[in-house]
């Protein structure tokens, strides 16, 4: 979580939606601190910072899953077995929903939504809310890119078990159940 005092701002990060490249700029750009955690994503807002506007990132469930199942098979050494994308959304069923790390955060919603699949724009739109004077041209790409073609990796079943796990998240933040089919 970052916070920015200047512009009454907090910003809880959510994995896998462009979060540290959200974050880089916020630090640099508007002076935000790192708000301390014993694990990374699971920090509260610290009290003086009640009232601020609550900002996160949000994506598409079925982009989050194959972006977090690429991500493990980065991380993974080639000497260890790769699970398949089946074996893992199998054992991903605890994936955490992005209501999931607001409660963490101590919030019940966030303010401002900076959506994934328009995210040069929506970062823009953000960063005008909170400070207007810092809007930046582009959002410069930190980490690793996961997110292309993810929609050939859905079957029905495959969909059917993301469904399952984000079902809150495709409702609350408006997302197509049969969005995996398109592309």
């Known amino acids: ?14 994995p896998r939606t462009a979060s540290q490249a959200m974050k880089k700029f916020f630090r640099e750009q508007l002076g935000g ?5 014993k694990r990374q994503h ?3 807002l610290p009290r003086a910072c009640r009232g601020y506007k609550i900002m996160c990132g949000v994506r598409n469930p079925y982009a989050r899953a194959y972006s977090h199942y690429i991500r493990r098979l980065m991380r993974e050494s080639l000497s260890q ?18 209501q ?7 919030v019940l919603r966030a303010d401002i939504l900076i959506r994934f699949e328009g995210l040069p724009r929506s970062f823009r739109q953000a ?9 930046p041209r582009l959002l410069p790409h930190v980490g690793m890119r996961t997110g292309h ?17 984000s079902k809150g998240d495709f409702k609350k933040y408006d ?9």
Not at 2 to 12: D, E, G
Not at 81 to 98: K, M, N
Not at 127 to 135: E, F, L
Request: glycine share 6%; charged share 30%; net charge positive.
């Open 1 to 14: 979580m970052i916070v920015m005092p200047k512009s009454r701002a907090a910003f809880v990060e959510i």
């Open 149 to 165: 073609g993810w929609q050939g990796f859905f079957t029905q079943a495959r969909a059917d078990l993301v469904w399952r796990m």
């Open 127 to 135: 960063v005008r809310k909170i400070a207007p004077k810092a809007v």
């Open 42 to 44: 699971f920090c509260r």
């Open 100 to 106: 999931h790390y607001l409660r963490v955060a101590g």
């Open 81 to 98: 077995r790769q699970l398949s994308f089946e074996e893992f959304l199998d054992t991903a069923r605890g994936e955490r929903s992005i």
């Open 33 to 37: 601190k790192v708000v301390p955690a």
């Open 175 to 183: 997302y197509d159940r049969d969005s995996w089919r398109q592309g």
